[in-house]
């Protein structure tokens, strides 16, 4: 089976091309295994000829969408020169999103959010959190921390089960700028989230902690987001490595 490795800023996939009758839940799990398969966080099942991708964690959980996953396999149609344009549209599950190409960058748009849910969230009998949850295709929630030493990041798990959200540590720098940690469902710790750094961005700004224009510092490294009429996300995506696997 072919299959190309590629990564945006950190948050690492396989992509391979659809096939008929085949259970992509259980390759997911196979082929994501840091110890025994090729390793990442997610599988990109993808059509070329029809631009269609197909999300999976690696836990062989299904996604309608994922950000990082999106950019990478845009990246992929443009470095193998199947697509010769720089900008175009790929289907997902969650509808067609609008890409860019700007050398390594790639660039998606999401629509605003149509609601945003504040509430509490009660940790045992002492610990409070407040958070505000939303979604661009994945739902997200975001808690805003003064330290990553603050300990309701041990419970990151526990939250996103409990909210079935993938959930955002939000460190407020300046006005332009942000922090994010994300844990993803499915995935666990990511290095960076595409969609979880857009919707922190977008919250910020909502609440007017931030401006229009967002620097999001990653462990994997850094997204630019623009906020105006839609949320516009860019960052790196790097191609690995490519071959055949005889795992699947």
């Known amino acids: 089976m072919y299959f190309c490795k590629l990564h945006g800023l950190g948050n690492d996939f396989i992509l391979i091309k659809e096939e ?13 295994d840091r110890h025994f398969g090729i390793g ?12 269609r ?26 470095n193998k020169e199947i697509i010769n344009n720089n900008t175009f549209q ?9 890409v860019e190409i700007d050398n390594e960058d790639v660039i998606i748009d999401f629509s605003l959010p149509t609601e945003i849910i504040e509430d509490d969230f009660i940790i045992g ?4 959190v407040h958070y505000y949850s939303s979604s661009i295709g994945v739902n997200h929630t975001v808690i805003f921390v003064t330290s990553y ?21 939000v460190l407020v720098v300046t006005p332009h700028e942000i922090k994010v940690k994300t844990y993803e469902l499915g ?11 857009s919707i922190s961005a977008y919250i910020s700004y909502y609440k007017k902690i931030v401006e229009e224009n967002i620097s999001v510092y990653t462990e994997g490294g850094t997204f630019s ?21 005889y795992l699947c």
Do not use: P
């Open 53 to 78: 991708m197909h999300y999976f964690n690696k836990d062989g959980s299904k996604a309608k969408m994922c950000g990082n996953g999106l950019r990478c396999f845009a990246y992929y149609l443009y």
């Open 225 to 245: 987001v623009l906020i105006d009429k839609k949320i516009q996300l860019k960052g790196q995506v790097k191609l690995v490595c490519e071959g055949d696997t």
């Open 187 to 197: 995935c666990g710790w990511t290095k960076s989230c595409g969609t979880g750094s």
């Open 149 to 169: 030493l603050d300990e309701i990041l041990l419970y990151a798990e526990k939250l996103a089960k409990s909210l079935n959200t993938n959930i955002n540590y």
């Open 20 to 32: 008929s009758n085949r259970d992509y839940s259980k390759i997911s799990k196979i082929l994501c």
């Open 125 to 128: 009998k002492q610990k409070t």
């Open 40 to 51: 990442g966080d997610g599988l990109l099942v993808v059509n070329i000829n029809e631009l």
């Open 90 to 98: 790929i289907t997902t599950d969650d509808g067609r999103k609008s």
